[in-house]
Structure formats: C-alpha cells, structure tokens
C-alpha cells in the first residue's frame, strides 16, 4: 500500500469491503485494515500534503505533522481494538451495519485529523455525526431513537457554525487554512471555537454526551468515546493552543461532572461525566498554551482513549452479559467475571493516575504546567478534580458493578475477543504508564519532563490512598449516597424539559392570541358584510337587475361628471 | 463488602423495577457458597491494608524530603488531607447537588 494514501480513504475502502462481507471473511477484514493502514501510517512523513484546487480555494484534504500523525496512530489502535471488542456481533445485533458504521466513523475521524483546510475538516466534522449516530440507534429502544436524533441535531448544528466560520474567516483573511487562529476577536473565530467547544463538551453545551453515550450499544459506545470529543481535542490544540479562556473553561469541566458523577446511577453516563472531567484537563492543558502542557493534553488524549475505552469495554461486558448497567442492579460480579473485573481495575487504576498507570505519566505534566505557568489558584480544583476522577470512575465503577451488595446475579465472562481488547487494552495502559518514553517520543514538543521522582510518585500516591480512605469511612459511616433509580437533571434540561413547555407556552400564548384577533377580524368582517349586505344584498339596491338602457344611462352620468372634473 | 460482612448494605438488589435480565445471565442458586470478599476475614485483612498504607504514606511525608512549587505543598502531610478531605467534600456536596437535579427516573419521558 502506498504511503502517500490518505487513511481516510483505506478506512472508507475498508467500510465498504464490511458491508459487502460477511462471516469471518469480514473479521479478517475488520482486524486487518487498522493494521494494514497502521503500517502504511508508520512510512507517513510530517510534510506529506495532497492539495485540490477548485472553486477559488486550495483544498488541503491530506496534510502530515506530527500532531496529526499522533492522533492518527491513536484512532488506528483505537479502531483495531473496539473491532476486536465488537467481532462476536451477530446479525440481529445489527452487526454489518455496526461494522459499517464503526469504519466510517473512525475513517471520519482520521480524516478530520489529517485535514489540512477548515472546509475538508467541516466535510469530516459532519461525516462523524453522521455515521455515528448509527451506533446509538443500533440499540433498538424508544430512548436510544430519541437520544440519537437529540445528538445528530446538535452536531449538526455544531458543523453549520464551523462552516459559518470558516467561510466568514476565508472571507476575512482570504485563507481557509486549518491552523492557528486564536481568538483574535473576530466573530468568525468564535463560532470555529463554539463548533469544536460543541464537540468537546464545554460546560452548558456537553448535553449530548451524557444523553446519547449511554444509549449506545455495547460495543459502540467504545467507539464513540474514542473518536468524537477526541478530534474536538485535536482541534482544539491546532487552532486556539494558548487561548487563556480554555483554561478556565478546562478547569470548570474538570470540577462540575465529578458531583454528577457521585450521584448518578447509569454507569455509562458515570464514565461520560468522568469523559467531560478527563477532557477539561486536556483543554485546561490547551489553553496553558506552553509545549509542556500542549504534550500534557495530547499525551493524556492518547492515554485517555485507552483506558476511557477499557472502562467502557468493561462497563460493555457486563451490559452485554447480564442486561443491566444500573449501579442499583448489580454488584458481586467478580464471582462470575473475575478476569472483566481485573481488566476493569486496570483502567480504573489507569484514569485514577495511580503510579506505573497511564494517566500518571499524561495528566501530571498539565499539573505541571500549570503550576510553571503561575496558575496556583487553578491548580487547586485541578488537584481537587483528581481525587474526584478516583471516586467516580476509580472506585465506583469496578465497586458497584463487580463488588457491592451481590445482586445475585450469576453470568460468564464475555466472548473472548471482548476479553482479547480489553486484555490489550490494559496492557497499553500499563505499558504507557511503566515506558513513557515511547509516547513521550511520539509528541508535537521535544520532552523535557519526567513523571517519576520521589516527590511525585510520594505525593500522588498519598492523594489517592487517603481518597480511598475516605470512600471507606463515608460506605462505613453511611453518609455514602445509595445509588437510586432517578434521573438528575443537567444542561439537557433546558432542551429536553424547559425548550418544549417553552414552545407549548408560547404556541399556547400565541394561538389564544391569534384566536382573539381571529375573532375580533371575523367580527370585523361580518359587520362589514352586514354593511355591504344591505347594499349589495338580494334585496339591496345595488343588487337589483338594473335594465341595459338604465346602465347606459350611468355610464353617460359617469363620462358627463368625468369632463366636469377635468376641464 | 456486602451484607454478611456486616457492612451496611449499600444497593437495593432484587429490584422489581429493574430491566429483564439477559439470556446470557440467571439469579444465584440458595445452596451457593460464599464468595471471596463475602468472608469477613478477607475484607479485614484487605483494610488492614489500607491502614498500613496509610500509616506509612504519613511517616513518609515527615521523612521525606519532597519539593513543592506551590505554596501550600509546603504544608506538612499535605496531599493525604487534600485528598481525604476533597472526596469527603465531594460527596456531601453531590448529596445536596441530589436534592437539587433528582427527578423521577422516568422524568423526560413522562412529559
């Protein structure tokens, strides 16, 4: 395979042999293209462009540095694990159009990273909501139908404010150029920044990800919570590293899910409040803006992916295997999933940034960062934002699905390539965390850090081991909230409960309205026929069959007044 | 950590409301024996654990000599009071934030 094909292009090649295959011919397929363009990705050079000229515009469809090539071998590992992790899907699970689905969107997203102009990206933005709506809607429920239209909607809207801005900026600067853009105060660079903020999850616009994510199926929320927000990251770091408003954006990202995260049942939609805090780092690290924290936030992207997809693969099993995935219908899993149960502790160990674990060696550099930069205050709820990662997704997850009250619930461990991928999938986690050099090489900045001193293991460690010991004393002391079947209300609400009242109040409003002025028209109206009536009607004057000879006569009347009046 | 251990039990298991269960999976026979982390004495020696971690992680930052950027690292044990204190914080704020956003579970849907 040449190198200089863009991977978007194997990967749509790809979807297309997926749908027309079936059986282990399409397994093979579906292992073999992330390896096969994994291999072609490792001959890409940064410089590699492929331009198009048309329309007035150079078109950049295909641009290599070393940023996008991180991210792309980022999505191509995350493709070949979530295909691993979905390869026992059978055909009334919707398996041929989950495959496709899979496949198109992580070609999306490789496109999206490797675009080198703002119409491309917008091509690829949309293409991810597009095809990743399927995986919501391949659950089959009322919820997941609804949740996915919610969803397609607002990533829509997202990619119409990107091409907004993108032609508004053309426009202005003359260059459609996917690169830096800051906010310079144009109006143009705020609506790319809202575009990918949509993506992102910024605070009051992160609606869609705890609403559609846990609708999805087993297998396809892992893909969903590999690509989407991670390409908004992506952009992020491209067009507006630096910006000081994304670190305080990034800071309110990391604190509020984690309250949600405490109180919420569903424990998917803990792992995408959990997204949201892991992502506020990542954007907190953005705005810092220095080469530190820009390789903090892509760093702790690449780890993100990783164990985000192997507490959902996890999370996944147990849905798949028992049905359930409410902390209230399970517990004492390990009896019958102790292998899923390690695994899950693994990523919880992971996304906790427990020493040799990834997340120590990626997110400790944006703390890091943060700290050089002078932003001692910040660092604070930073600080705070990391034992709470450790209560939600460290300790509840694995505790409530796995150890807990026994439900009773009594199952196997899932089909072994669900075992395979999350196995895989720990063992990278590990491996970062043990080896960063490795990634640490692979990152848009030269590395002059390194995460582990006595100070830093000591101190992390001790954060961590005392958070434990606190959940320990609240389960014990009984001031642990139960988890409860309830739904709690967040930014949603303005769209899924106040946005209709609304509208039926204002339709209610207007149509009495619109009936008073109705009436008070008819009203009008039919007076008005009562007048003309009287004239007009069977017995008024004016209705009278008048003889040809008596017109003549007033049209005589008529031409005698007319020269009258003009002479 | 569950009943038979003598913690207080923290889920409602058995849920009449909750959904179907899969195929895949069926509910426990009586005759069972106990799991694991159902014998007390597992569950004690686990924490025995954490408190030894405890205790040493606090010796260490008296012993230890670690550099602090921030001003309030220099605080003595530091990190094990922000981290205990800021889950314990956590939590009681997410109880008041349950009082504020729970609704009924069906609560989009019934509108």
């Not at chain 1, 508004?168 to 830096?180: C, D, K, L, P, V």
Request: include cysteine; aromatic fraction near 12%.
């Amino acid at each position: 395979m040449p190198a200089e094909v863009p991977p978007f292009a194997v990967f749509f090649v790809g979807a297309l042999l997926v749908a027309l295959t079936r059986g282990h011919l399409r397994r093979l397929i579906l292992l073999l293209v992330p390896v096969l363009g994994g291999l072609a990705l490792l001959g890409l050079e940064p410089g590699t462009t492929l331009e198009i000229r048309t329309l007035g515009y150079t078109l950049v469809p295909f641009r290599v540095d070393r940023l996008s090539l991180l991210f792309g071998y980022l999505f191509h590992l995350a493709t070949f694990l979530g295909n691993l992790y979905a390869l026992h899907l059978e055909d009334d699970e919707h398996a041929g159009l989950q495959h496709t689905a899979a496949m198109l969107y992580a070609g999306s997203a490789l496109g999206a990273v490797f675009a080198g102009d703002l119409i491309s990206l917008f091509v690829f933005w949309e293409l991810l909501a597009l095809t990743s709506v399927f995986l919501v809607w391949a659950s089959h429920t009322e919820k997941a139908l609804r949740a996915g239209i919610r969803y397609l909607v607002i990533h829509v809207l997202s990619g119409v404010l990107l091409l907004s801005g993108a032609l508004m900026r053309a426009h202005q600067t003359g260059s459609i150029e996917f690169g830096a853009i800051g906010l310079d105060g144009s109006v143009a660079a705020w609506l790319i920044l809202i575009a990918f903020g949509i993506k992102a999850g910024f605070p009051l616009l992160h609606g869609w990800l705890t609403d559609a994510y846990p609708e999805g199926t087993p297998t396809g929320t892992v893909f969903l919570s590999a690509f989407t927000t991670k390409v908004a990251v992506f952009a992020l770091a491209r067009s507006f590293a630096g910006t000081e408003l994304l670190v305080y954006v990034g800071v309110v990202m990391t604190c509020f899910p984690i309250f949600y995260a405490v109180i919420e049942n569903d424990l998917r939609r803990v792992l995408s409040y959990s997204m949201i805090n892991q992502i506020g780092f990542m954007v907190t690290g953005i705005g810092i803006g220095t080469a530190l924290a820009v390789n903090g936030a892509v760093a702790h992207a690449f780890a993100d992916v990783l164990f985000k997809g192997l507490l959902f693969m996890s999370t996944g099993a147990v849905l798949y295997m028992t049905g359930r995935i409410k902390g209230s219908d399970l517990g004492g899993l390990y009896k019958t999933m102790p292998v899923t149960a390690t695994l899950c502790i693994v990523g919880a160990a992971s996304i906790s940034a427990f020493p040799l674990f990834s997340a120590f060696v990626t997110k400790s550099m944006i703390m890091s960062a943060a700290l050089h930069e002078g932003y001692y205050w910040l660092w604070l709820p930073l600080l705070f934002a990391s034992a709470g990662v450790l209560e939600h997704a460290g300790i509840k997850i694995p505790y409530f699905a796995f150890f807990g009250h026994d439900s009773g619930i009594r199952t196997q461990e899932p089909p072994r390539n669900m075992l395979l991928a999350m196995a895989l999938a720990a063992v990278v986690c590990v491996g970062i965390g043990t080896f960063p050099t490795v990634l640490y090489s692979l990152l848009p900045y030269a590395v002059d850090y390194w995460p582990y001193d006595v100070s830093h293991v000591l101190t992390q460690t001790q954060l961590l081991v005392f958070g434990i010991l606190a959940v320990y004393v609240l389960i014990r002391t009984g001031i642990y909230p139960p988890e409860l079947r309830a739904t709690n209300i967040d930014a949603e609400w303005s769209y899924r409960w106040l946005g209709p009242r609304v509208v039926h109040a204002v339709g209610g409003a207007v149509a009495r309205i619109d009936g008073a002025v109705r009436s008070a028209t008819m009203g009008l109206v039919s007076s008005l026929l009562g007048v003309a009536a009287r004239g007009h009607g069977q017995k008024g004057p004016l209705a009278r069959t008048w003889p040809t000879g008596s017109m003549v006569l007033w049209v005589a009347v008529l031409l005698g007044v007319s020269l009258i009046l003009y002479l | 950590m569950s009943h038979e251990t003598g913690h207080p039990p923290l889920l409602r298991g058995g849920d009449p409301e909750a959904p179907p269960l899969s195929h895949r999976a069926r509910m426990k026979d009586s005759d069972e024996p106990p799991g694991m982390w159902d014998k007390t004495e597992n569950t004690r020696r686990l924490f025995r654990v954490l408190y030894a971690a405890c205790a040493i992680l606090v010796i260490l930052d008296l012993v230890v000599h670690r550099h602090a950027e921030h001003p309030w690292e220099h605080v003595v044990e530091f990190y094990p009071l922000y981290g205990f204190l800021g889950i314990v914080i956590l939590v009681i704020a997410a109880k008041g934030l349950r009082r504020l956003a729970m609704r009924p579970e069906d609560y989009y849907d019934a509108g």
